[in-house]
């Protein structure tokens, strides 16, 4: 079975500071991960996903994703955060195993100071 | 689209009660999900379904329980509401072929057991 490591609990960086979140999988095969956002009081959105092909993956609100077969790693990255990315990030991976749901990682709470 | 609805946004139950969580998606999605989220426990998978009629154990099904009568609405049953199942509650709704696996989440029903 897969699972999803994010070891970082809870982050603060400044505004206009670049961000990196740490996402670690466990499966045998080449896994589908996913980064979802969730706002306060929210339910999840995606922000990016990766199946196969490039492993620097371009999502939503200026975030990148870059898979590292070797390390098996899917971090996420932004170069300049803003207040408004203040939020919860939850890693995801799924298999291509049609019928076998995500499995989501604890979460990392982003906090953003000016 | 409205995307995944979910009713209420919000209940107080006391234990033993029963209540059912409403959850609906209008975009044909085959594949549905209820999780519960805790506080620094991320999702956690109670149950799912891959269509009308087929339904599947998660990671935390116990006090649960679901049906899947039309692809449009997945409803989760609490039979004896204890404060254990105190959470917030979400639904989520994915289509294997096209999104591959891209879960898209309802708002979140917030439940509290007293």
Known sequence: AQSVTQPDIHITVSEGASLELRCNYSYGATPYLFWYVQSPG?????????????????????????FKRSQSSFNLRKPSVHWSDAAEYFCAVGTSQGNTPLVFGKGTRLSVIA | NAGVTQTPKFRILKIGQSMTLQCAQDMNHNYMYWYRQDPGMGLKLIYYSVGAGITDKGEVPNGYN???????DFPLRLELAAPSQTSVYFCASSHPGQTQETQYFGPGTRLLVL
Do not use: P
């Open chain 1, 42 to 66: 929210q339910g999840l959105q995606l922000l990016l996903k990766y199946f196969s092909g490039d492993t620097l993956v371009q999502g939503i609100k200026g975030f990148e994703a870059e």
């Open chain 2, 66 to 72: 679901v049906s899947r009568s039309t692809t449009e």
